[in-house]
């Protein structure tokens, strides 16, 4: 191989490295720390709200944008978020509806409530395939991990 070719070869294999690191840092899970919290079509407060989403919500953010996240959720809507309305932690939302949220880690436990599909949780602690979640609004327990994304 000729110098050339192997410096061409070298920058296309550091090109496809920085490619894949930038792709892990923009894959970043967030959650909305706000009641509520515009999603908006672009980057910018002139760009149109196209839904809302409430205290918890989690989201992938894919691009970077001056001050404004664009990301996915968990039905793989795309929307842009500003920065100031998001933080990592860690939390779910549920994806099937009629799910149990119960006393303790376990389907032996009683129920406490049922959710419909869409509604986000912090994560407080996790316990084998169970996740101990509270609401924003403060109601606890815990949830099979499968029910959540």
């Known amino acids: 191989m000729k110098k050339?070719?192997?410096?061409?070869?070298?920058g296309g294999i550091v090109l496809i490295i920085m490619v894949f690191a930038a792709t892990d840092?923009?894959?970043e899970r967030m959650a909305v720390i706000g009641s509520t919290?515009?999603?908006?079509s672009g980057p910018?407060?002139?760009?149109?709200?196209?839904?809302?989403?409430?205290?918890?919500?989690?989201?992938?953010?894919?691009k970077?944008?001056?001050?404004?996240?664009?990301?996915?959720?968990?039905?793989?809507?795309?929307?842009?978020?500003?920065?100031?309305?998001?933080k990592k932690i860690s939390t779910v939302i549920t994806k099937k509806d009629k799910c149990n949220v119960r006393e303790g880690p376990g389907a032996k436990y009683d129920v406490l409530f049922t959710v419909d599909?869409?509604?986000?949780?912090?994560?407080?602690?996790?316990q084998g395939k169970?996740?101990?979640?509270?609401?924003?609004?403060?109601?606890?327990?815990?949830?099979?991990?499968?029910?959540?994304?």
Not at 4 to 10: G, H, K, P, T
Not at 47 to 60: D, F
């Open 117 to 126: 599909r869409g509604i986000p949780f912090k994560v407080e602690k996790r």
């Open 25 to 27: 840092v923009l894959a």
């Open 64 to 86: 970077v944008s001056g001050k404004w996240y664009q990301f996915k959720d968990y039905e793989n809507d795309i929307g842009w978020i500003h920065k100031s309305l998001v």
């Open 4 to 10: 050339s070719e192997f410096r061409l070869f070298l």
């Open 37 to 40: 919290a515009n999603v908006r």
């Open 130 to 149: 169970w996740i101990r979640i509270r609401h924003a609004d403060g109601d606890a327990g815990w949830i099979y991990q499968s029910l959540v994304w």
């Open 44 to 62: 910018g407060t002139d760009h149109a709200v196209i839904w809302k989403v409430e205290k918890y919500h989690p989201v992938n953010v894919i």
